[in-house]
C-alpha cells in the first residue's frame, strides 16, 4: 500500500537496508545504509524483521503525510521531527495517524537520520536488496532519491498496528561522542608500501573531515602520509572503511557507495562500527586513528552485535502472526490473527475487530 | 611469488597470488574464486576476483580468519580446474565511428593509420576479462594493440552514452551507464552491460573473453529498438 507520500523530498532522502551483497564481482556497489548501526536501531524500535528497508535521510530532512495509520522510529542524526507542527520523540518507537504530517528539520548533531516504518519501505528487491544504488541509477525507489509527490509503499501498511508505541532505547545506549572521532583501523593491506614516517604520521595526526563528502567515501586533510615509491597499485578490491591514499598523501575512506575496486594504495581499513561512525560527520569533523589487531576487532564487533542482540531480546516480538483467506458465497475475507507480548489482535481484511484490552487476562 | 594473505580489515581476508597483470596468473585468481564459491564455507559472504588477487568477505563472528586462511590453503592447491565453468565468448556488436564513436577521426589522426584499420585492430583481438569494476558491468579487458595507443582526453566528458565504446593507452572497454568519461569514444555496442532485474546483472564475467564485431547503423538501430 502507498502509505506515504513526499511533500518535501529533503535533501536526500533514499531508501536503504542492509545492503547489497554478492555482486561485487560484477561491479556492483554495496550500497545499503550508512549508519547501519542507526538504521539497524530504527527498525528494531518497530519490530521490523532485520533487513526492513527504510528511508535515510541526509543534512536537511523530508516532509511525509501519512496515508494510513504508521508506527515510525526516527534514529540517528537530531533532526528535531514534528507531527503536525508539534515536536515527537526520536529514537522512540512513535504512532502517527492517516493525515497526519511527518516533518524532519535540518540536522543538528550528526548528518544522517533513518526513519523506520512498522512493515518496511516496500520497494521490489533488485539483486538482493531494496536499498537504492546511487551509482548506478537502480534499486530503491526508482534507483534515485525521492521527490516531490513520490508514493512509497509501505509493507502490510495498516494491517499491523503493533503495541510497540512508547518504545525507546535505554539511556547510554549511544556513546557520547567527543570532539574528535577516533576511528578504528587495521592496518594494510597495502602498510607495506607506506614509510614508517608515513605510517607514524597517520597514526599520530589528527585530519579532518572535507566537504568533499558523500555516499561513495570522505576526504579527510591533515599530515601527509609518505609513500616508499608511488601510490598507485594494480587495481584490487574496496572494502567498506578502506583508507586510499593517492599520490598527495591525504586519505579518502571508502564508503557504502564506493566503487568495487580501486587503484590506489590503502593503508589501512576503519572497522565497520567506526565507519559507521565516520557516516554522522560533518565537515571541519576531527578525526584521529587508532590501530587494533585483529583479535580486538573482532571482539569489538562481538560487543557490537551483543548490544543488538540484547536489545533485541529485551522487546519480544510480535513472532505469532496468521493470516487465514475465507471464501463464503463467492467473498474472500482476510481474516489476521496476531498474538505476542501478552497481547492479541483479531483484524478482518486489515481493520481490527477484536484486540485485547489493557490488563486483560490472557 | 609465494601467495600472501593480507587482511583487508576485520571481515576481509586477500589472497594475492602475484604482482603483475598476467593472463595465467589472472586464471588462478577465477580458479580460486571458482573454489572457494563451490566450497561454501560457513561465513564466507563473497569473493571478489581482481587482477592478481582474490577479496573474500567473511564474517568474523561466524568464521575465525586464521580457519579461513587455512581453508583457502587448502583449496589453493586443488584449484586447478574449472569445475564445469568454462569462461564464455562474449561478443559485443558494436558501430564505429560517426556519433556513435566521434573520436575515431582523432584516433586516427594521432595514431596515423586509416580509420578503417583503427576499427579492424580493435576488432581483432580476443580479449581477455581480467574482472569488473569501476561501475556496474565494466569490464576491464586487456589488452589493447599498441599502435592504438592514445592519451586520455585532457578535459573528461561530463555524459558519456551508455555503451560507448572507449579507448585509453593500452585500454579499451565499454561504458555500461552513461556517466562521465575520459577516454576516446570510437564506437557504441546495442548489447546491454547492465541490467539489475536480471539475477546475473551483467553478461561478462571474470574470466571470460570477448570480441568487438563491427555492425552498421542499422543493424544497432534494430537491435537497440529503433533509437540511438
Known amino acids: ?362 | 611469488m609465494a601467495v600472501r594473505f593480507l587482511d583487508a580489515g576485520e571481515s576481509c581476508l586477500v589472497v594475492e597470488l602475484g604482482d603483475r597483470i598476467d593472463i595465467a596468473l589472472n586464471l588462478h585468481v577465477r580458479a580460486l574464486c571458482l573454489a572457494v564459491e563451490r566450497a561454501t564455507l560457513p561465513g564466507v559472504q563473497e569473493a571478489v576476483p581482481t587482477y592478481r588477487s582474490l577479496a573474500i568477505y567473511y564474517d568474523p563472528l561466524a568464521i575465525d580468519r586464521d580457519v579461513l586462511k587455512d581453508r583457502i590453503s587448502g583449496l589453493l592447491g586443488s584449484s586447478g580446474g574449472e569445475g564445469g565453468q568454462r569462461p564464455k565468448l562474449v561478443e559485443i556488436p558494436t558501430v564505429y565511428g560517426g556519433e556513435y564513436g566521434p573520436d575515431l577521426e582523432f584516433v586516427g589522426r594521432h595514431t596515423g593509420l586509416p580509420q578503417d584499420d583503427v576499427v579492424r585492430l580493435h576488432a581483432a583481438p580476443l580479449y581477455h576479462v581480467y574482472m569488473l569494476g569501476f561501475t556496474a558491468g565494466f569490464a576491464y579487458l586487456g589488452e589493447l594493440s599498441q599502435r592504438l595507443s592514445v592519451p586520455r582526453l585532457s578535459t573528461p566528458r561530463l555524459r558519456v552514452p551508455a555503451g560507448s565504446v572507449g579507448i585509453a593507452g593500452t585500454q579499451t572497454g565499454v561504458y555500461p551507464l552513461e556517466s562521465p568519461g575520459g577516454w576516446h569514444i570510437i564506437g557504441r555496442t546495442s548489447l546491454r552491460l547492465f541490467d539489475a532485474a536480471r539475477k546475473a546483472p551483467t553478461p561478462i564475467s571474470p574470466g571470460d573473453k570477448v570480441r568487438f564485431v563491427r555492425i552498421e547503423e542499422r543493424e544497432y538501430l534494430k537491435a537497440a529498438g529503433g533509437s540511438p
Open chain 1, 1 to 362: 500500500m502507498e502509505a506515504l507520500e513526499v511533500v518535501r523530498p529533503g535533501l536526500l532522502t533514499t531508501v536503504q537496508d542492509l545492503g547489497r551483497f554478492g555482486y561485487h564481482k560484477y561491479g556492483v556497489p554495496t550500497s545499503g545504509a550508512m549508519d547501519q548501526a542507526a538504521y539497524r536501531t530504527a527498525n528494531l524500535l518497530v519490530d521490523n524483521e532485520e533487513g526492513a528497508a527504510a528511508l535515510e535521510v541526509t543534512g536537511e530532512g523530508p516532509a511525509l503525510r501519512a496515508r494510513a495509520d504508521l508506527t515510525v522510529a526516527i534514529v540517528g542524526a537530531e533532526m528535531e521531527p514534528l507531527v503536525n507542527g508539534r515536536p515527537v520523540e526520536s529514537d522512540a518507537a512513535i504512532d502517527i495517524r492517516s493525515g497526519q504530517l511527518l516533518e524532519l528539520g535540518r540536522a543538528r548533531r550528526g548528518l544522517r537520520a533513518y526513519l523506520a516504518v512498522a512493515g518496511g519501505i516496500d520497494v521490489p528487491p533488485m539483486l538482493g536488496s531494496r536499498s537504492t544504488c546511487l551509482p548506478a541509477a537502480f534499486g530503491g525507489f526508482h534507483g534515485r532519491a525521492l521527490r516531490e509527490g513520490d508514493l512509497l509503499p509501505v509493507g502490510q501498511a495498516g494491517t499491523r498496528r503493533l503495541p510497540v508505541a512508547g518504545r525507546r532505547l535505554p539511556p547510554g545506549w549511544w556513546d557520547a561522542v567527543g570532539d574528535v572521532l577516533t576511528l578504528r583501523v587495521i592496518l594494510g593491506p597495502q602498510d607495506d608500501q607506506f614509510t614508517g614516517e608515513g605510517i607514524q604520521a597517520f597514526l599520530a595526526g589528527t585530519y579532518r573531515v572535507m566537504p568533499e563528502m558523500d555516499r561513495m567515501g570522505v576526504r579527510l586533510q591533515g599530515p601527509p602520509i609518505a609513500h616508499r615509491a608511488g601510490a598507485d597499485i594494480i587495481s584490487d578490491s574496496t572494502p567498506l572503511g578502506a583508507v586510499q591514499v593517492p599520490a598527495d598523501g591525504q586519505p579518502i575512506i571508502l564508503l557504502a557507495d564506493r566503487q568495487t575496486t580501486g587503484g590506489y594504495t590503502k593503508i589501512a581499513v576503519v572497522i565497520g562500527e567506526d565507519a559507521y561512525r565516520l557516516a554522522q560527520a560533518m565537515p571541519g569533523q576531527a578525526v584521529r586513528f587508532c590501530r587494533i589487531s585483529m583479535p580486538e576487532a573482532r571482539d569489538a564487533r562481538r560487543a557490537y552485535e551483543g548490544k543488538f542482540l540484547a536489545l533485541r531480546g529485551g522487546w519480544p516480538r510480535w513472532r505469532d502472526r496468521q493470516n487465514y483467506t475465507l471464501t463464503l458465497g463467492g467473498q474472500s475475507y482476510r481474516i489476521g490473527v496476531e498474538e505476542g507480548m501478552g497481547k492479541y489482535r483479531v483484524s478482518l481484511d486489515g481493520r481490527t475487530v477484536r484486540q485485547s484490552e489493557e490488563g486483560e487476562p490472557r
